[in-house]
């Protein structure tokens, strides 16, 4: 493993499965005796407890306000002095992060202009770009279908029409940032374990001290 810790993100439309398999690579990783970081967005930062209130509808409020608060939450996120990504990932821990800008990028274009949202969001992809990014890829009805089933309350974005518009938003920023390279899209309709080899022989390629079976 390089001296810097690698840094992978989880994508996906809501109810792809991506935080479960979050979870069961930083198992992995940790069974190794690796040490790993979870983190997820928005965070737990002023920014990030109102873009909850504003996902969940507690607070009402124009879209717009959205790309400017995530990249907010986000800097703030990368830069803290003690906990923050950089600082993190300089002690040589792997990050493993639910969401990153591509999720901006696509839940905030269906709304909004695509461009725009990148540009909001390009300070931070300067300062830190994952090693790796899994998009979970399943279908809006089979995501739905898990929303409703173990979710109390749905956010702003949950109904299939959006989410069906958000996958197909996710493929355009994969492209339009010119980062194909390090995105994986993973076929999230077959079972947990399924996805979770994959996505584990993919890391094992950029992690060679990563054995555990």
């Known amino acids: 493993m390089s001296k810097k810790g690698l ?18 690579l930083k198992d992995r990783i940790e069974t190794a005796g690796i040490p790993c970081v979870e983190t997820r967005e ?18 009402k409020a ?5 790309a400017p608060l995530f990249a907010a939450d986000r800097m703030d996120h990368i830069l803290r002095e ?9 002690k040589g821990n792997v990050i493993l992060c639910d969401r990153y800008y591509f999720s901006n990028y696509a839940y905030q274009s269906t709304s909004l202009p695509l461009q725009y949202v990148i540009s909001v969001n390009e300070p931070c992809a300067a300062l ?9 890829d399943v ?20 109904k299939e029409e959006i989410l069906e518009k958000t996958r197909n938003q996710y493929l355009r920023a994969f492209e339009a940032v010119q980062d194909t390279e390090n995105v994986k899209i993973i076929d999230g309709s077959r ?8 996505i584990y022989a993919i890391i094992v390629d950029e992690m060679p001290d990563l054995v555990v079976k």
């Open 7 to 24: 840094f992978i993100v989880f994508e996906g439309i809501d109810g792809s499965g991506k935080s479960t398999q979050l979870q069961m």
């Open 82 to 90: 003690e906990d923050g990504l950089l600082a993190v990932r300089e």
């Open 191 to 198: 079972s947990p374990q399924e996805i979770a080899d994959e």
């Open 42 to 59: 928005p965070t737990d930062s002023v920014f990030g407890k109102l873009l909850r209130d504003v996902l969940t509808k507690k607070v």
């Open 62 to 66: 124009d879209n717009r306000v959205l």
């Open 139 to 158: 279908s809006p009805k089979t995501a739905m279908v898990r929303i409703n089933t173990n979710r109390g309350q749905t956010e702003l974005f949950e």
């Open 128 to 136: 830190m770009r994952p090693d790796i990014t899994f998009f979970i």
